[in-house]
């Protein structure tokens, strides 16, 4: 223990690298010869893989490795970490947990993706029609949607599923094809909340480039972003355009996906009788025409771009 360092963490940092040996101890233990192609060979008194195993197979050092199983005081680096974490095949909780216990500052997430939602999910936003309600990525990608929510944003839907981006949308398509009423105020909001989610993926390369393509692209998205406002989902209240310029009071409020921490579902609960009438007449709008017709009929976005 240092001079400066606290009794409590010393005994913390301690406790800490005691979980992390038992932790890396089972996991390789579940680890047959087989599953790593390795042959069995002679009788082994080993459970699963033995240390110089692991440790051959992540190119470290037996050394190394084996003081990380004692709970010694050494600081492995995410690159070691990612190697052993492939060898003893952890998934991505286990991988999460990894990083956890060994103390990294940076918890390295999973690449942005567009894995289909469970189909239960798009259940639960159909039901949820005549309110508007979405599936969203931390970086805003459109992940699911029901039939109000089109209606709110045909724009948007319109898209082909891997551009479905609605940060990208906001930025990048004419005002009259977006439903936003205060656009500045919310999309302020919207990119301080995209910053603060971005402190916790720094060195991501996915989120680095989607950054920079939109900073490019979007001057307004650039000066923003160069703000460095942070901000966390909330619940608030919000205005929405219809096609035809119809104003729309909604509550919106996030609920985590327990099935996928980096997303949220997001529920727009009409203000006053007038918006639940109209968003009910959305709807019915758009299941009969689509939302390509309802932007070309729309008085408000069947305007020239």
């Not at 440790?55 to 052993?84: C, F, H, K, M």
């Not at 029609?129 to 209606?151: E, G, H, M, Q």
């Not at 972003?225 to 219809?242: L, N, Q, Y």
Request: glycine share 6%.
């Amino acid at each position: 223990m240092t001079h400066d360092e606290h009794p409590a963490a010393a005994g913390d940092q301690a406790h800490r690298r005691s979980e992390l040996g038992a932790f890396l101890r089972l996991r390789r233990e579940r680890i047959t010869p087989q599953d790593v192609g390795i042959s069995h060979g002679t009788r082994r008194r080993t459970p699963g893989l033995r240390r110089e195993e692991v440790a051959q197979l992540s190119g470290i050092g037996v050394a190394w490795y084996t003081w990380l199983e004692q709970g010694r005081r050494i600081n492995p680096s995410v690159q070691v970490l990612d190697a052993i974490a492939r060898t003893l095949k952890l998934d991505r909780t286990e991988r999460d947990h990894l990083y956890r216990l060994a103390d990294v500052p940076s918890v390295p997430l999973a690449a942005p993706g567009r894995d289909p939602q469970p189909p239960e999910n798009q259940t639960i936003l159909d039901a949820l029609t005549p309110l508007p309600a979405s599936i969203v990525s931390a970086r805003y990608d459109l992940l699911a949607f029901n039939d109000a929510y089109a209606a709110l944003d045909p724009a948007l839907v319109l898209l082909p599923e891997a551009e479905r981006n609605i940060m990208w949308h906001l930025f990048t398509v004419g005002r009259h094809l977006q439903p936003l009423v205060e656009w500045e105020r919310e999309t302020s909001f919207m990119v301080a909340q995209l910053r603060s989610a971005s402190g916790r993926r720094l060195g991501d390369p996915h989120w680095t480039e989607f950054i920079r393509k939109l900073s490019r692209t979007s001057p307004q998205f650039a000066e923003m972003w160069a703000r460095h406002e942070v901000a966390a989902p909330d619940t608030r209240r919000k205005s929405f355009w219809t096609v035809d310029g119809e104003l729309l009071e909604v509550t919106t409020t996030a609920f985590a996906v327990a099935s996928s921490p980096d997303v949220k579902m997001w529920i727009y609960t009409p203000e006053d009788a007038r918006t639940q009438r109209l968003l009910g007449e959305q709807v019915e709008r758009y299941r009969r025409v689509g939302a390509a017709q309802m932007l070309r009929q729309g008085a408000r976005t069947g305007l020239p771009a």
